[in-house]
């Protein structure tokens, strides 16, 4: 089993930047493609970006290309998301999850795939 812990959300400016940090407990890390979520009050929940295994390749939400970048520390067991350029629509809690998989390169886009979840944290961005 795997537990996740999210960090690094606030309260940022229309323009800004926030880095949110993701820890995973276990000494399985490298097992999972992992996931960055995220859900506005009274709308789904939606994908924001998925990193592979070992890092070398990703998968982002058009609403967030060019502006958010996942990445992933395995001796670190955490994978962080670099979101710059902030706007308002960007407002939502934010969830880590990761998806277990023997498929080395593989990762994914659908919240169906992945088996464990954070509790999320809390970014809001003002106008």
């Known amino acids: 089993q795997v537990q996740l812990v999210e960090s690094g959300g606030g309260l940022v400016q229309a323009g800004g930047s926030l880095r949110l940090s993701c820890a995973a407990s276990?000494?399985?890390?490298?097992?999972?493609?992992m996931g960055w979520f995220r859900q506005a009050p009274g709308k789904e929940r939606e994908f924001v970006a998925t990193i592979t295994q070992s890092g070398g390749a990703t998968d982002y939400a058009d609403s967030v290309k060019g502006r958010f970048t996942i990445s992933r520390d395995n001796a670190k067991n955490t994978v962080y998301l670099q979101m710059n350029s902030l706007r308002p629509e960007d407002t939502a809690a934010y969830y880590c999850?990761?998806?277990?998989?023997?498929?080395?390169?593989?990762?994914?886009?659908?919240?169906?795939?992945?088996?464990?979840w954070g509790q999320g944290t809390q970014v809001t961005v003002s106008s």
């Open positions: 276990g000494r399985t890390f490298t097992r999972y493609a």
């Open positions: 999850a990761a998806a277990g998989t023997l498929l080395s390169g593989t990762y994914y886009t659908s919240s169906l795939q992945y088996d464990y």
